[in-house]
């Protein structure tokens, strides 16, 4: 793993048979998502500080516990 790097671990959602997690270096954020059992999608987001891309990982999360996806690893 890239040194520096946070991930959140992987998040899913048993009814609707996602997966969700992010990865964070520095500025940038990176979100893997998709159906279970697939390698899924990736989609990258650069912020304009380290800050602000943790408080939009943290709101990430807080939305996908609301949505019914549990922490998996």
Known sequence: MTEGAKTT???ENAETHRFWSAKIIGTFVTISFG???TSGHRASR???T???AERF???QVKSKIAEGFRKVD
Do not use: H, K, S, T
Request: proline share 7%; no cysteine; aromatic share 14%.
């Open 9 to 11: 671990g992987r998040y």
């Open 57 to 59: 990982v943290i709101e």
């Open 46 to 48: 650069e912020f304009g």
């Open 50 to 52: 380290p800050q602000a």
């Open 35 to 37: 159906n279970i059992g």
